[in-house]
């Protein structure tokens, strides 16, 4: 019997690892009412966007300091091409 926690690492993370690339690119626009309220906060606020993915919300408003985290070592790769990282 495998431990939950290597079960999760087989089946959640090694999974997210190896579809990093395809997922990105079906996630590229940001939804209207996240970046309606991105676009909404005061200039200066700062804000964490954890499980941040490709980071597609993280350049929406310039004016916000976001701070984005994500445990998949692909989505860095991928944020880091895409100017956000």
């Not at 690339?21 to 996240?34: A, C, D, G, L, Q």
Request: net charge neutral.
């Amino acid at each position: 019997m495998e431990s939950g926690e290597k079960f999760e690492e087989l089946h959640v993370h090694e999974v997210y690892d190896a579809i990093a690339k395809h997922f990105s690119s079906t996630r590229y626009k940001p939804w209207p009412v996240i970046e309606k309220f991105l676009k909404e906060q005061p200039n200066g606020s700062v804000g964490a966007d954890v499980g941040c993915g490709n980071g597609k919300y993280l350049g929406v408003n310039p004016e916000l300091l976001i701070l984005g985290s994500d445990r998949f070592i692909h989505r860095k790769t991928i944020i880091a091409k895409n100017g956000q990282f």
